[in-house]
């Protein structure tokens, strides 16, 4: 092991977070720095979001991936402000700025006015994302009289064009139909419909498709895009499907364990991934036209967001980990290729070749073994593994 | 226009019957031609009302008018609304009134209640005599039930029917003003307290059961000996002791409410709290709140009665049906008709509201819904 590797980086994590690729080409709509979300529970401080930076630019699509309890939606929340505090708290040094604002300080009656109106979300569950007592019209008119005035003959009236616009059949008639009466597909249009309503700068979609079936998804991501490109908006989509983010983002945010672990375009991502986290999540995805036995699986869990492990936070679930990950945390180094990847394999890209990788399902069970651990050094504090450092600390 | 329109527009219910409604149809026309034939009836005081009218005439007329209005207008709605077709816009209220339609015992709560009411409010224009007033005494006192008096005579010689029936106004009116403050009071402040939880809601709920631990009846019989009766009084504190038990009620439904994904999205469009708490939470949480209230009526009435029968409600001659059967007691043997039938109004009433109650509450459950 080289001595260079043990030295914490020279230059300053900030540097690292930003994608040199076309970055400083155009100011950025919104720019989120060092973002640390905690939650203090009774189990101690929970890490949910630890020093998460990226950027969106105007009329791009950024896909956040990740597996559940990451730190995906906690991080959307955060820009909206709507993490329950306490027990949540965005830590001061946290930046998130929207256009020439800060939203980390911005005032709450500030606040209300940029969500709905320059930054909509929409959630993952269609079924209880809508009122259920009211029509669907009253909803949308509801956001159309709040954000822009609008008198209420003038707001129903807009209300059908906006169900047109999301393609809700028959809209005239429609606009007078309760939640109950329609079904998921269209109830994520008329979601779509409300938070498009008042033509936000910036629209989170926090896995808008995960509770739809596989059909009704193409069309609402279809529909997504579209009126990107009509309204000119940016998207940050949250989602754990990857199919979803090769189909429509332009880069892509991999979390793990509350941080970003790679970032970059999502062409170059897809076809080859540098964070062995990344490679791990794309491996175990069916591809079309290849015969497979088994698929690939990434071994144990999501660390819990109390304890989140020393070194790399991926390292007792990777199959190249070895002692310096389990010893120091990895910042984004640069690729070279305009990404960004939180692995030491960056800066020891031999011992990529070292390990078999990846294994299918039920292949071997003990993965982390098949990491040669370094022999010369003993790992720290007497553990026996890594795997099983994470498992007795829990 | 269809002839059934035109056929409900001249005769309320007729249309509902010819277009295959028979039960709404029978039940607007029964409606329909009792209010006229009190009308009818009450023709010679409605037109001496300019004269020697007093307010309680003029509520009578008033609510007499306003009920015809409301009958033939219900009618021509809902045969049009029936006719447009269409399952479109259908609310959860909408769809509970059907099932209610379905609970026959519920049917029979709601038209005692409506009868109640109908009495209540044109008392004036039904009863045969003034409730108070006293003839000879000698002559009249104790008769027995006939046909001059049907229900018969107290000790002053008072019509006991007149009585019930002003008596009906004064308890049932108690009631229901009672359970609105009471329903208002505790369903706002256990919906702040719900949503706004940390100190707010422990603030509230402390107070709440701070007066959830207070003796209902030793507080009612404090504050009435120590402050004179009357109706005022008697409406404030009743309602003004009853909303703990709805601001519990309402203070869990919207702990988990909040938590649902609407009042997040109402959150992410810039709403504030106030708005999202009378358009998003309130709403939401009714039906429980509604099967609450009308149960409270019940309950109310019982509350009333008692107190006045204890001497600590209305005063006499103050007809209320408490003070009916008070009055009745101390002749049960002899002239039982006076505590009897006020009784059992009291018991009716009681049972009309326990009834639809129940219907609601099997109507409103969401997990009935299929």
Redesign the interface.
């Known amino acids: 092991m080289s001595d260079s590797a043990r030295r914490p980086h020279d230059a300053a994590p900030a540097a690292h977070d930003t994608p040199a690729r076309e970055a400083s080409a155009r100011e950025p709509l919104l720019s989120v720095r060092d973002l640390h979300t905690y939650f203090d529970t009774d189990a101690g401080t929970a890490r949910a979001v630890d020093g998460v930076s990226f950027e969106i630019g105007r009329g791009e699509v950024l896909g956040i991936v990740g597996e559940s309890g990451c730190g995906k939606s906690v991080t959307s929340l955060s820009i909206m402000r709507l993490i329950p505090q306490p027990p949540g708290r965005i830590l001061t040094e946290s930046s998130i700025r929207f256009r020439d604002e800060e939203l980390t300080t911005a005032s709450d009656k500030r606040m209300r006015e940029i969500r709905g109106n320059d930054i909509a979300m929409i959630f993952q569950e269609p079924m209880t994302s809508l009122n259920p007592v009211f029509t669907i019209g009253d909803q949308i008119a509801e956001a159309l009289r709040l954000h822009k005035g609008m008198k209420k003959k003038q707001a129903r009236e807009e209300a059908v064009e906006v169900l047109r616009l999301v393609g809700v059949p028959d809209p005239e008639r429609r606009v007078d139909s309760y939640p109950h009466e329609l079904s998921g597909g269209q109830r994520q249009r008329v979601m779509i419909g409300i938070a498009l309503c008042c033509e936000p700068d910036l629209l989170i979609a926090d896995e808008p498709t995960t509770a739809l079936d596989v059909t009704i998804q193409a069309q609402i991501l279809e529909l997504l895009l579209e009126l990107r490109d009509r309204l000119g908006m940016s998207i940050m989509l949250i989602t754990h499907d990857l199919g979803v983010v090769a189909e429509v983002c332009d880069r892509v945010a991999v979390m793990y364990a509350g941080e970003i672990v790679e970032q970059g375009d999502v062409r170059q991502i897809f076809q080859q991934p540098r964070h062995p986290y990344t490679e791990g999540l794309l491996l175990s995805v069916p591809k079309l036209g290849e015969k497979t036995d088994r698929l690939a699986s990434i071994p144990g869990v999501v660390p819990a967001p109390t304890d989140w492990p020393v070194g790399c936070r991926f390292h007792d679930r990777c199959p190249y980990g070895w002692e310096l990950c389990v010893r120091e945390h990895p910042d984004l180094f640069p690729t070279g290729d305009g990404r960004v990847s939180r692995c030491w394999l960056e800066k020891h890209p031999e011992r990529r070749e070292q390990s078999p990788g990846y294994r299918p399902i039920g292949a071997g069970e003990e993965v982390e073994t098949a990491a040669p651990a370094a022999g010369t050094t003993p790992a720290p504090a007497g553990e026996a593994g890594p795997r099983s450092a994470q498992r007795g600390s829990r | 226009m269809s002839t059934s329109r035109i056929a409900s527009a001249l005769l309320p219910g007729l249309g509902h019957v010819m277009a295959g409604r028979g039960f709404t149809g029978v039940a607007l026309l029964l409606s329909w031609l009792t209010l006229l034939a009190v009308a009818a009836l009450g023709w010679p005081r409605i037109a001496a009302i300019g004269e020697t009218g007093s307010l309680d005439d003029w509520i009578a007329v008033v609510a007499l008018v306003l009920t015809l209005a409301l009958v033939w207008g219900w009618a021509q709605w809902s045969l049009r609304r029936q006719q447009a077709g ?7 209220w909408r769809i509970a009134g059907r099932r209610l339609r379905r609970d026959p015992l519920a049917l029979i709560g709601i038209a005692v209640i409506a009868l109640l009411y109908l009495v209540a409010v044109l008392a004036p224009l039904i009863a045969p005599y003034d409730p108070i007033a006293q003839e000879n005494i000698v002559e009249t006192s104790y008769l027995a039930p006939s046909l001059s008096h049907p229900l018969g005579t107290d000790q002053f010689g008072r019509d006991v029917l007149s009585r019930m029936i002003y008596g009906a106004r004064i308890s049932l009116a108690i009631a229901l003003i009672a359970v609105a403050i009471a329903i208002s009071l505790g369903t706002l402040i256990g919906a702040i307290a719900g949503y706004l939880g940390g100190w707010v809601d422990a603030a509230l709920m402390r107070f709440t059961d701070m007066v959830l631990a207070f003796p209902r009846l030793v507080l009612l019989i404090m504050i009435v000996a120590l402050f004179s009766s009357s109706l005022t009084l008697i409406i404030l504190v009743l309602g003004l002791t009853q909303w703990p038990a709805t601001a519990r009620l309402v203070r869990g439904e919207v702990l988990s409410l909040r938590e ?3 009042i ?9 709290r106030r ?1 999202i708490v009378l ?2 939470l309130i ?2 949480v ?1 039906a429980p709140v509604i099967v609450a209230a009308t149960l409270g009526i019940g309950n109310t009435i019982v509350l009333e009665a008692g107190l006045s029968f204890l001497g600590l409600g209305l005063q006499p001659p103050t007809p209320s049906w408490g003070n009916l059967v008070s009055d009745g007691r101390q002749n049960l043997i002899g002239a039982w008709w006076v505590a009897t039938f006020p009784g059992l109004a009291i018991v009716v009433s009681v049972l009309a509201f326990n009834l639809v109650g129940d219907g609601l509450r099997d109507a409103l459950d969401p997990r009935l819904r299929s």
């Open positions: 269409g399952t479109i816009g259908e609310s959860q649902r994904e609407f997040q999205a109402a959150n992410a469009l810039g709403m504030s708005r358009r998003h709403p939401n009714l």
